[in-house]
Every structure is written in structure tokens, then in C-alpha cells.
């Protein structure tokens, strides 16, 4: 059967008591990077073989691991950080599973993404996730424009490198949206700034970020919600 096993985003001790157990049992743990896995399973006493499970040989790998699964082999997904497929390798064994008729099992855990959501206050009841924000300047922008018209909270992972630019061109976008930087999430450094863009642009100008970021933007329909509230409770009585 195959396991897919959330680790932890940052903080080693955010493994659950059930992820402990399947890896513990696994016959076979595929992981992103063996390397950077083997300090989480040293840390916790985890024993079992390892094998490389990324981007670039996912393909031949799943065909790999399908192999064993069929032969009745425990398999258990796990990634650098967080829940496997989430920006990260794992969909195409998961899809591989469901179409032979494979048993497989996601456990619940770290997730960088519904962590920031969460911790940012912004509106939870519809959101949306749309990974990484393109590199490239102009699909960034449509991505950003995209966001800035949605009734609904956006979340991106973003890179230290180019969260400047993204909240300059929120700045210019829709000055007086809410947004919120979720950094370093569960770490010693955690930090949840929220604030009108430019005022984050300032910040970290005077403090260039660093670390792992999500971006979280306010929702359209949100932000007009706040500004009628702060219109009626500004008008004399
Ligand atoms: N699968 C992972 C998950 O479940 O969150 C995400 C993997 S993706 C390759 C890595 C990106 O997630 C980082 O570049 C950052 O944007 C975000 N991320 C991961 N850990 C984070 C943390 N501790 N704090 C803030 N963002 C984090």
C-alpha cells in the first residue's frame, strides 16, 4: 500500500505520531532528496531504506514503486518539506495508484500553504492556491491582476529574491488591498506581516527577506467589505 507522508515544514517536531509509525514500518521510503530526508529520520530514530523520488526521475521511478506496491510492498512518499504533491513530486504515483486500482492513503500534516492561510487572518472560507508565481515578469503580473479581482484569499509560494517586485506591482495594482507576508513559517524566525503593499515594500527594503514566503492577497469581495465598514464607521452620526 502506498502512504503518502506529510514532514515537517521547518520545525523537526511537527511529525505526526501516525507519520512516525508508517515510516517506521514502511518497507521502502521515497523521498525527494535521501539526503536532506535522512537528517528528519536520524532525528527520529527512522531506520528504513530510502530511495530518490524528484522531478527529474519521477517517471521512471513510479513505474519502479508501482512494481512493488503490486507485489505487496509498503511504500511511503514523503518530500523535503510539507505534503507531497503540493508543489512537489507525488501526483504522478498517486495517479498511477488510483488507475491500477492500488490501494494508497494520504495522512494529514504539514502543509506550507494552509499554515500561512491560516496564520494570516485573511478570509478562509474560499481561497486560492496557485503555486509558485511564474518567473517571468508579465505572467507574473496576470497572475497578480488575476488575484487582485478574485472573491476569494490568493496564496502563492514565493521566492525572497522576487517578493519586492510582486508587492510593488500589488502596490500599483490595488494600493489599499490587505495583504500578508507568511515567512519562515513553524521556525525560529516565523514572521506574519500584514499591511497595504507599499508599506511592505518599505519594510523589506529596509529588511531584504529571507527564508521560505508565502504571499497571501485579500479578496476582492473582502476588501470592499472592509472599506464600506470603515466608510460607515468614519461618517459623523
Ligand atoms: N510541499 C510543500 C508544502 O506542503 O508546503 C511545498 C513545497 S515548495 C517546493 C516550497 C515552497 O513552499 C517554499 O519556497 C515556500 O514558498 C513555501 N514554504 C515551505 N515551507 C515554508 C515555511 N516554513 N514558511 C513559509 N513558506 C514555506
Redesign the pocket.
Known amino acids: 500500500m502506498l502512504f503518502v507522508v506529510?514532514t515537517p515544514?521547518?520545525n523537526l517536531g511537527d511529525l505526526t505520531l501516525r507519520a512516525r509509525e508508517v515510516l517506521e514500518s514502511a518497507d521502502v521510503i521515497a523521498a525527494e532528496d535521501t539526503r536532506h530526508s535522512g537528517i528528519l529520520m536520524q532525528h527520529h530514530g527512522i531506520g528504513r531504506p530510502l530511495v530518490s523520488f524528484h522531478e527529474h526521475n519521477e517517471a521512471m521511478r513510479t513505474a519502479e514503486l508501482l512494481e512493488r506496491l503490486l507485489a505487496g510492498a509498503t511504500v511511503a512518499l514523503i518530500?523535503?518539506?510539507?505534503?507531497?504533491?503540493?508543489?512537489?513530486p507525488g501526483v504522478r504515483l498517486v495517479r498511477a495508484c488510483a488507475e491500477a486500482g492500488l490501494a494508497y492513503t494520504v495522512l494529514p500534516g504539514?502543509?506550507?500553504?494552509?499554515?500561512?492561510l491560516v496564520g494570516s487572518g485573511l478570509d478562509t472560507d474560499a481561497f486560492y492556491f496557485g503555486g509558485?508565481l511564474p518567473v517571468k515578469s508579465g505572467q507574473r503580473q496576470a497572475e497578480i491582476a488575476a488575484a487582485v479581482s478574485r472573491n476569494a484569499t490568493s496564496i502563492?509560494?514565493?521566492?525572497p529574491h522576487r517578493l519586492l517586485k510582486s508587492l510593488a506591482t500589488l502596490a500599483e495594482a490595488a494600493p489599499a488591498r490587505l495583504v500578508c507576508v507568511?515567512?519562515?513559517?513553524?521556525?525560529k524566525f516565523?514572521e506574519y506581516r500584514r499591511g497595504q503593499p507599499a508599506a511592505l515594500v518599505a519594510h523589506y527594503m529596509a529588511h531584504p527577506p529571507k527564508?521560505?514566503?508565502?504571499l497571501l492577497v485579500e479578496g476582492a469581495d473582502a476588501a470592499a467589505r472592509r472599506a464600506k465598514l470603515a466608510a460607515r464607521q468614519a461618517a459623523p452620526a
Open positions: 506529510p515544514i521547518g518530500t523535503d518539506a510539507g505534503t507531497p504533491s503540493i508543489s512537489d504539514p502543509c506550507a500553504v494552509i499554515t500561512a509558485f502563492f509560494y514565493e521566492s507568511a515567512r519562515e513559517l513553524t521556525k516565523e527564508g521560505e514566503i508565502c
